[in-house]
């Protein structure tokens, strides 16, 4: 070899055009605001689950999962608790916040005594 190292034309536009396709989800005005893609009817009700388990209204949780759910946040939180794409996709919000909590719980409860401290 002579050291000139060319890399084809076509590879190099294949890696442009990859680059420049990469979808970047847009921003979704849902997950600004309460409900936070929760039906208006259920918003109370989940307010008022996780109230009782927290003792305060813990709305950053509906807003979190909203935002993995439609605003490309990073879902890697919810990967170790065992969700899917599909199933972080296919779930309503209000459902998948209470498999979270379930999964949270679950998690918990699989912990060694002297690390739940």
Not at 9 to 34: M, T
Not at 74 to 91: C, H, N, P, S, V
């Amino acid at each position: 070899m002579n050291g000139n190292c060319r890399i084809p034309i076509g590879c190099f536009v294949l890696v442009v055009l990859n680059v420049l396709c990469v979808r970047v989800p847009a921003h979704d005005a849902r997950c600004d605001a309460p409900p936070y893609s929760v039906p208006q009817d259920k918003y109370p009700v989940l307010v008022r689950l996780l109230t009782n388990l927290f003792g305060a209204p813990k709305t950053e949780l509906i807003s979190q999962v909203c935002k993995m759910k439609f605003d490309g946040a990073d879902r890697t939180a919810l990967y170790k608790l065992g969700f899917t794409d599909e199933q972080i996709d296919m779930t309503d919000t209000e459902t998948l916040v209470v498999n979270t909590l379930k999964a949270l719980k679950k998690a918990l409860e699989q912990q060694p005594p002297e690390s739940k401290r």
